[in-house]
């Protein structure tokens, strides 16, 4: 090659230390990391010795073990350098280890070996005892070697044996072989089923043991001659007794030498036989751990989702990704759903599978172990290359992945090709368009699924060529479906947006399957166990549960005991390390951590290696700027429990000063405060605490300026007017981040110690944010206190509400025919209006009554003002509640609207504006104007969320309306998708008003995905609380969903209930004026009542009748399909079949006009049951494989009750 130097010169080559046919191996220093290397390069780049040098490195990249090659990284350079790191070994081979004067060579060459000295025995047995642990390890991980010899075995000066050398490496469990037509191995050394083209196993590698061995005690191989002469022999060659024929062969090493050679592989020892036959302890302890969740349990409904996703695949392009921590089996999942596709699928199922790996640095490197498994597989295809796949883009295809090349008819093709070279943007371009007709042939003939494993690792091309391979309605019918570690993002292959994505996210066993899983893992050992023990302490974690069950009572009686164990058998330099990393508060860049352990970063480099192998720690990639942090909770808990405090203490000073040469952005420094307050600087830790909250702060980060404004009054020695400062911007920074309960604590608290002009203002905060986050007992007590000083009165009762709200709306008018001229508000005046807005908004999804009382107070005064943001959020508040409570018409709310609108664009308010979509949204949605509604609600959301400094209850209203127009609509995938996002959240705001409504308007789209478990848990967890004893919104969306959740599962049992919630809904005043909750309620209770008559209620049925007439007079434009929809049932249960057809065609019809698809599609599916309407039933399919429902009828027989007489 040309130069001394690889990949920009980080790697400096100084000497040649091995050649091959296809490649190099040098000694060079790698200048990043600071440490001597061996690199092996590809010197001759085509598609076999690509293939075999990427395998060789694949094969054992993540397993760590002293007998194995430790690998490094892996790097394709654009000029077609190909090559990989990995520990530079300075030994000898095998047999010239245990024989002095042995032709190293000769036996690669297959002549006959001289030697003069016999074999030294001592070292036979060690080397021959590290051989065996580093095949067991290899076979332990699924692997087998296939190419052991002499000169793949090398030992050094102090005896430690290395196995090298994985390029003919192939999985054996249950995955077939994919070879270039030549047998792999050499002949010497391969076994007998090696030629015949048995099933290759480990048993196979253990033969070339015995060859080995055959070689160390006698001087020669079992059988000589030509490669042909000796791979035929094999096939009937029985060795005789060594002994009769040399001397000095211990006995117990010839009948192990005879037994590895016998034919039959199930007769040879396995790994476990042969190191207990070499002397090795019971329970060999080695460095490398099994494979993660390598013994499979469980995970049924996870197993569903993905048969689920392959079905949807006949349709079209599904991405489905399995998410979880590490350890938790998102592996295990993929590699047992795959066996069982390949199984259930018989001929019919083609799977492409493919891996990232952490250190490889090669271009599309998601992609290229897929393209590895096509190439293989695409001979067997016949006639696949057509018209379709225009020569220019396969060629491009098999330039960008050399390795298709060896399928013939694209070789043939690169072959004759003459054309110009593309540029590179060309080159990609037609590449992706090669791959996209070449994987949409392979889906028209078969079932195609494509698995990639550790999709964390994948590059920026690999996800580009991945997100338009599966974009749009033109992409190939297939699956992708990929594992993911929690924290990493796909971008735009995870979304929705043009796509049917998937998410299935991992967490612990199930009790009952855990332990399972240890009784498994524990039989490996012959040990009794506590089950259950061992699963409850692993908390259902896979890889915790088998190595508790494995390690039975050796190591204590718990996980914590166990790692401690393990803990205790590291290396100095690795123990240092891992201390810090268990200790840092955040993930932290390798390179800082060597730092902090005073250590060179290779030595910090090679440590951090050896522990993420180990399942000690994972990091964020092979660079020294990446970050490192604990593989598990319970490794840091572990770790620092076996500290001492003084320890502890040194640690933390020493993470504490390496941070403060990092210190610029205020989230390190957070960090560092919590290691300077460990090390016990508390004065220190306080002081940066305060400097960094007021830049997060500045720079918007509210959750931490929060945070740390906490930190320094907890550190800091702030007293008087300096901490009533530092109290009120914390509370400040806790209302700016969302979390309205903490910030009602943190104003109320500052207000304890502020100015007396200052304290009503503070405490009407306090209120306002609990009111807005659903704590109503505590905001309406303190609001009702600070509403008397104000010469305001809370209405005591829904009556009392009712002639406040008469008395108020009067005022309003006067006001308003007074004409008087608008005044500039005070700054109390305005905070007042604010505080009842805030209120208005607050109450107003919860007892809409009370809330219209103080939104007519605070619009009386915001018309009387020049504040335009303030009128602008009247104006729009007044609008929501009138669409709700209200008696005006759908015009007049139309006109506050755009009244509201306008006031908004005068004041340029964010928050003003944000009002002016809720309510347009809003209002559409409650005249049922569903189709229009859509639109201006996410753009609220949007602005609330994003561009408003703070209004929780307008970023909650927002969100429960979207909610309920996916409900109206039947948009029931949407659900699934925004209910558990909205959950989170509101759970890390502690905003009870959001999680109770979340919990029960969602419960619809957890009865669409068929998890009744979820939808039952939601209903039956303690309800949210009124602030009194009267009816709440709240008490309706319960009464939906233990409805809806008992028509679904159609389980009347709790009919007494029910009525009794029925009627008291009826005589609630909320019901009677809210016009949107009195036509669904009417609908409810009829589809309550056909249910009953379909089990031969007459009562029952008379009563669903008197329903639907009583909804056909309602003005609400929802109300006309709803009243067919019940009359459709009544004539269906009467034996009018007529009658039936024409209802549903009416409820069809309105439902499609007014955007109820979900009704619609029902309303067809019974259509197409009656009359046998094909195209009908087709159109419901459609829609409920569009919105994945689990079982449509189910559904279909919530909200189109009366077709199933019982």
Known sequence: MGSSRLREGRFVLRREIGRGATGRVWEAQDELRRSTVALKQLTRVDPRGLY??????????????????????????????????????????????????????????????????????????????????????????????????????????????????????????????REYGTIAGTPRYMAPEQVSDDDVGPAADLYAVGVMLHEALTGRAPIEGSPREMLFGKQLLRVPPLGERFEGVPEDLDVLCRDLLALDPAARPDDAALLRRLGAPRRTVTLSLPPAGDTFVGRGAELEALDDALRASAARCVVALIRGDSGIGRTALLNEWVQRARRDGDDHCTVLRGRCFERENLPFNAIDSVIDDLAAQLDAVEGLFHRRHTTRDLIALATVFPVLRRVKDIEWMVQEDASPAPGPRELRRRAFRGLDALLSTLAERTRLIVAIDDLQWADADSLALLEELTHGAAAPHLLVVGTVQSGFELGPLSSRDGRDARAIELSGLPSEDAEALAQLAAAESGREIDAAAIAAEAQGHPLY??????????AGPGLDAMLEARAAKLGLRERAVLELVALASLP?????????????????????????????????????????????????????????????????????????????????????????????????????????????????????????????????????????????????????????????????????????AERLSLELTA?????????????????????????????????????????????????????????????????????????????????????????????????????????????????????FVGTASEADVRNLVARGRAAARASGSERASAYAELADGGARMLFGRLGAASGPLAEAEMRFRDEVRVDTAGLNVARLLKVWVAVFRGDLRLLSQWIPEYERDAARRDDRFAQASLDLAGHIGWLATGDVATARRKLDEPPWEPPDGSYHVQHWYRLIASCELALYERDLRDRAVLEARFQETRRSLVFRRARALRVYGQWLRGRFLLTLAERGDARALAEARREAEHLAKERGALAAPYAAALRAGVAHLSGDLGACVAELTVTDELAAELSLFGLSAMARRRLGALDANAEARGDADRYFQAQRVHDPERITRVYLPGFDRT
């Open 52 to 177: 075999l040098l990427k395998n060789e490195f694949r094969a054992i990249a993540e397993i760590d073990h002293p007998n194995l090659i430790r690998l490094g990284e892996l790097f394709a350079e654009e000029d077609d350098e190909v090559f990989f790191t990995m520990d530079l070994v300075e030994g000898v081979d095998f047999l010239a280890w245990v024989r002095d004067g042995w032709v190293r060579d000769s036996a690669v060459r297959g002549v006959r070996p001289s030697f003069d000295a016999p074999f030294e025995e001592a070292r036979l047995r060690a080397a021959l005892l590290q051989l065996a642990e580093a095949l067991a390890v290899l076979h332990a991980h699924g692997k087998v070697h296939r190419d052991v010899k002499p000169s793949n075995v090398l030992v050094e000066a102090d005896g430690r044996l290395v196995l090298l050398d994985f390029g003919m490496t192939a999985d054996f469990s249950g995955n077939r072989e």
């Open 545 to 554: 549960v088998q190595e508790l069950a494995r390690a039975g009572g050796d």
């Open 588 to 756: 932290l860049p390798q390179r800082w951590i060597a730092d902090a352990a005073a250590l060179e970063l290779s030595e910090t480099l090679e440590a951090i290696d050896t522990l993420r192998r180990e399942r000690w720690v994972r990091t964020r990639g092979p660079s020294a700027d990446e970050t490192v942090q604990p593989f598990h909770g319970r490794v840091r808990r572990a770790v620092e429990a076996s500290l001492e405090l003084d320890r502890l203490r040194e640690l933390h000073a020493r993470l504490a000063e390496t941070l403060s040469e990092h210190a610029a952005e205020p989230r390190v420094v957070a960090t560092l405060v919590h290691h300077l307050e460990q090390a016990g600087d508390r004065r220190r830790a306080g002081r940066r605490a305060l400097a960094a909250a007021e830049a997060a702060a500045a720079s918007l980060a509210f959750d931490l300026a929060a945070d740390l404004y906490g930190a320094a009054l907890r550190l800091a020695p702030l007293e008087g007017a300096s901490r009533s400062r530092v109290t009120r911007a914390r509370a400040e920074a806790l209302r700016d981040a969302g979390r309205g309960r903490e910030a009602g604590d943190a104003f109320l608290l500052a207000a304890s110690t502020a100015p007396a």
């Open 767 to 883: 209120a306002e944010l609990w009111v807005a986050s659903g704590h109503l007992r505590r905001g309406m007590a303190l609001l009702e206190s600070s509403l008397q000083r104000l010469g305001a009165r809370w209405p005591k009762s829904a009556i009392e509400a009712i002639g406040a709200l008469g008395v108020e709306r009067a005022r309003l008018r006067v006001a308003q025919l007074a004409a008087r001229r608008p005044r500039p508000m005070t700054e109390a005046q305005r905070r007042k209006v604010k505080v009842f807005q805030a209120v208005a908004t607050g109450l107003g999804s919860v007892d809409p009554l009370r809330a219209s009382v103080f939104q007519a107070r605070a619009l009386r005064d915001a018309l009387g003002s020049t504040d335009q943001e303030l009128i602008g959020v009247g104006l729009c508040v007044e609008a929501l509640l009138q669409s």
